[in-house]
């Protein structure tokens, strides 16, 4: 059995593009009931951290696996280093035969990068030129790369508990050709805003700071956090999105989801045309996606696939 490491994984050079791709496979299948798979479950402990995991079968494609995700405590994560460590086990889905643990944390960051391209185009408006970003590290990095090509940012605004990292961020933006802001989040940054995109990570006592009433007409709002930031009122949205409702009940009653629902779509409805996408351009549209164990599969398989192929 091979053991994969990060330095792997970035050797292949996957983009974003490509991520979203295999999401759209994967989803279909499940879908059509090709992929079984449970929800996440999870252990916190009261200083924040916490043990996940997860497993899911998809015999048409050969692979099952078992994903689980290890989340430090603010108290015990170090600087520079990830605050969360997830390792991915792939085996034969019918010999059960081990064929690769991937020990890096890179399927976990991707994947909300990959919903991210794989929704935005469905559910945001094409006249989206203002994008506002809540959060400033890797997250808010890799969503707004995985909007290049699907919508014309012209003007990013940036609020972070840390001006120092919303500053870099603003650099980074900048570099990019884009406009930057730092601003504080309220009416202000979010008026005349079409896309929100939140990527707070967890912590004690992280109390909500973001009103849904801020958020104006045909703005869609993608909660890469769970919506950790938001405060309740997402029921008042015209459509509120969730990758998986099953799941989405699950880490509710855990207590990892602060946001019961009621959820309009699933992700897969909207893939398959059994919900719509986006109907109006006035309608504002959550999309909330804790990140489903058919998306970590989806991009493990395409990992398997092409470092056999190398």
């Known amino acids: 059995m ?4 990060n330095d792997q994984i970035t050797s292949l050079n996957l983009d ?22 449970k929800p996440k479950s999870m252990v916190g402990q009261q200083d924040g951290s916490f043990l996940m995991s997860t497993f899911a079968s998809w015999p048409d494609a050969g692979y099952g696996i078992f994903h689980m995700l290890g989340g430090a405590s603010a108290d015990h994560a ?3 280093n ?15 035969t081990p064929l690769a643990l991937f020990t ?43 909007l290049d090509g699907i919508l014309p940012i012209e003007e ?7 001006r120092a990292s919303a500053e870099k961020f603003a650099d980074h933006v900048r570099e990019r050709g884009q406009r930057a802001l730092v601003m504080e989040p309220g009416v202000e940054m979010f008026q005349g805003t079409d896309i ?12 909500p700071m973001l009103d849904p009433a801020w958020v104006g007409p045909g703005t869609f709002v993608n909660a890469v956090d769970l919506g950790r930031s938001w405060m309740q009122g997402f029921d008042k949205f015209n459509r509120c999105v969730v990758d998986d409702k099953r799941q989405a009940e699950q880490q509710y009653r855990e207590a990892r989801l602060p946001h019961a629902g009621p959820f309009d779509s699933e992700l897969a409805e909207i893939l398959v045309g059994t919900k ?13 996606h804790p990140g489903n164990v058919v998306g970590i599969l989806a991009i493990t398989a395409l990992l398997h696939r092409r470092l056999k192929s190398e």
Not at 2 to 5: A, E, H, K
Not at 16 to 37: C, H, K, M, N, T
């Open 82 to 96: 990830p605050a969360y460590h997830s390792m991915q086990l792939l085996t034969d889905a019918r010999s059960g």
């Open 104 to 146: 890096a944390a890179f399927t976990s960051m991707i994947l909300p990068a990959g919903i991210t391209r794989l929704m935005t185009p469905r559910l945001a408006c094409s006249r989206t030129r203002v994008a506002a970003i809540i959060g400033a590290g890797t997250q808010a990095r890799v969503n707004l790369e995985a």
């Open 156 to 162: 990013v605004r940036i609020a972070s508990r840390s």
């Open 2 to 5: 091979q053991c994969i490491s």
């Open 196 to 207: 929100i995109i939140t990527t707070v990570p967890a912590s004690p006592g992280l109390k």
């Open 276 to 288: 719509p996408g986006r109907r109006t351009d006035d309608e504002r549209i959550v999309l909330i």
């Open 78 to 80: 170090s600087a520079g």
């Open 16 to 37: 974003i593009p490509q991520i979203a791709e295999a999401l759209d496979v994967a989803f279909r299948a499940s879908a059509e009931g090709a992929i079984q798979w």
